[in-house]
């Protein structure tokens, strides 16, 4: 079945510790995001990407990079996590990165200890 | 900074009732809506988008849009328990130095009850 896949579904990481989220997208879209869903904040963008080879910040981009080496592949890192980041990471794609709607992952739920 | 905003709810409504969710933008040059689903636990999934002015309906949803107010709204004909989910309303980011970019509001939590 086509879509977005994303692992972990869950974990639970030490403060201080790196964690990289997997995405991969087997629908060929350019644009692939990464948001973060925190109650009564909604959906907020960390990165994105707009074509393979390309990367751009989001609106809390502080404390996580990507990398975009293929069309199929988006992960995020945690370089060194702090309980802040404890939330629902939620990766999406979309066809061209203009009009196209966004596709989601079923999420990653991240604790920070 | 742009904003999109919804009524937080929780919105209730009984079923077989119209349910009405509305969304206002800030950015006059938005070209692009969507309107995502969310049930308790899951993922945002598209039910609707909508680019033009006016309505646009598919099946029991009916999407509207009214530029010049900037105002877009989802209507829910016949409400079953099942559409108890949380919308959230999306807006695309206008410029090429934004391409893709939507703007979530925080969403409006909706309950049919039986």
């Known amino acids: 079945i086509a879509g977005i896949t994303q692992a972990p579904t869950s974990q639970i990481l030490a403060a201080g510790r790196r964690m990289t989220l997997r995405c991969t997208q087997d629908m060929r879209h350019n644009a692939m995001y990464w948001y973060r869903q925190d109650l009564g904040l909604g959906l907020r963008l960390i990165h994105y990407s707009n074509t393979a080879g390309t990367t751009g910040k989001g609106e809390v981009p502080d404390g996580y990079s990507v990398s975009r080496a293929n069309t199929d592949d988006f992960p995020l890192t945690l370089a060194s996590a702090v309980p802040s980041q404890t939330s629902v990471y939620f990766c999406?794609?979309?066809?061209?990165?203009?009009?196209?709607?966004?596709?989601f992952g079923d999420g990653t739920r991240l604790s920070i200890l | 900074q742009k904003e999109v905003e919804q009524n937080s709810g929780p919105l209730s409504v009984p079923e077989g009732a119209i349910a009405s969710l509305n969304c206002t933008y800030s950015d006059r040059g938005s070209q692009s809506f969507f309107w995502y689903r969310q049930y308790s636990g899951k993922s945002p999934e598209l039910i609707m988008f909508?680019?033009?002015?006016g309505d646009k309906e598919d099946g029991r949803f009916t999407a509207q849009l009214n530029k010049a107010s900037q105002y877009v709204s989802l209507l829910i004909r016949d409400s079953q328990p099942s559409d108890s989910a949380t919308y959230l309303c999306?807006?695309?980011?206008?410029?090429?130095?934004?391409?893709?970019?939507?703007?979530f509001g925080r969403g409006t939590q909706l309950t049919v009850w039986p």
């Open positions: 999306a807006v695309n980011a206008p410029g090429s130095s934004t391409l893709g970019r939507l703007y």
């Open positions: 909508i680019y033009s002015n």
């Open positions: 999406a794609s979309s066809e061209v990165g203009g009009d196209e709607p966004q596709h």
